[in-house]
């Protein structure tokens, strides 16, 4: 069993920065693909990032390139999301998940993670 902890949400206003970590249990961190979900008022989840096992690659959603970096920790067992020049559009529940089996590259799709967090929500005023 895997826990994922989220936190590092809160409120900004448009063009600020905030950095959401994940704190995951576990003794085999750095063999789990990571990655972040957002999910907005009356929308569905989206992939906002992701990174392959050995954290040499990342994929974004196309909106948030250039704005947010994933990364990760295995020292800490902590994955984080940078985001920075945050616009209202990206208010949302911030959610880490882990792929803790049989993948080393990005996973994309949310059923393609089987631990999810709680959730974190940021909230971006304009």
């Known amino acids: 069993q895997v826990q994922l902890v989220e936190s590092g949400g809160g409120l900004v206003q448009a063009g600020g920065s905030l950095r959401l970590s994940c704190a995951a249990s576990g003794r085999t961190f750095s063999s789990y693909v990571m990655g972040w979900f957002r999910q907005a008022p009356g929308k569905e989840r989206e992939f906002v990032a992701g990174i392959s096992r050995s954290g040499d690659s990342t994929d974004y959603l196309d909106s948030v390139k250039g704005r947010f970096t994933i990364s990760t920790d295995n020292a800490k067992n902590t994955v984080y999301l940078q985001m920075n020049s945050l616009k209202p559009e990206d208010t949302a529940v911030y959610y880490c998940?882990?792929?803790?089996?049989?993948?080393?590259?990005?996973?994309?799709?949310?059923?393609?993670?089987?631990?999810w967090g709680q959730g974190t929500q940021v909230t971006v005023s304009s």
């Open positions: 998940a882990a792929r803790t089996y049989g993948a080393v590259v990005v996973v994309t799709t949310a059923n393609g993670y089987n631990y």
